[in-house]
């Protein structure tokens, strides 16, 4: 059986299975050596194809690196870019979005990858906005317009869906997030992790229940 492939117009489609082994080369050139510190032709090497299938793929290094958080992103949040399931309830989706965002943020490569993009800030703010736009800003377009069905169904309640999804990530990135970066805790375990989770839901439910304000 041939490799999968895909078109992304004129010439010859692209090998699938190239693309996801060179953005995991990317992945770990840059959480190892930096951004500055990994060359395409380092990428190349170390995904095992040629420099000009790196280029024929992502056209420079910045689309590189938003092309390895957009994956990431939607590997692990696969709810956000597809529409909700029909029998779910609100509390079931929330519950969800927050256990793999919360597992996402404070993974070892998420935490390596912001430290990486806030020493890189001082240096290239186009970066960081380019990473800002792939991940966190993609993140919260998504969890909007899942609010925002949410309110046309009944089920929450917004004076504005784009604030409140602020807010939902703000208290599921926590405290602990922060402590992460600066290295001073260890990852929560599951159990700290899961009650951390639970407790943000039921807090966001009772703010935004078309109950709240009554």
Known sequence: MSPATTSSGPGRPKDLGKRQAILEAAKVLFLCKGYDGSSMEAIAAEAGVSKLTVYSHFND????????????????????????????????????????????INSPEAIALSRLMVAQ??????????????????????IERLFAHAQQSGALHFDNPRHAAEHFL????????????????????????????????????RAYSPSAGS
């Open 61 to 104: 290094k910045e689309n590189l690196l938003c092309a390895a958080v957009q994956a990431k992103c939607a590997e692990q949040m696969p709810e956000l870019f597809g529409e909700p399931p029909a029998n779910a309830s609100v509390e079931e989706l929330l519950l969800s979005l927050a256990r793999r965002f919360n597992q996402l």
């Open 170 to 205: 703000s208290l599921v990135q926590g405290c602990v997030h922060f402590r992460l970066l600066l290295g001073c805790v260890e990852p929560p375990g599951e159990e700290g992790s899961e009650w951390h989770v639970r407790e943000v839901v039921e807090l966001f439910l």
């Open 121 to 142: 800030g001082g240096q290239s703010p186009r970066l960081s906005k380019l990473f800002f736009d792939a991940g966190p800003r993609r993140m919260l377009d998504q």
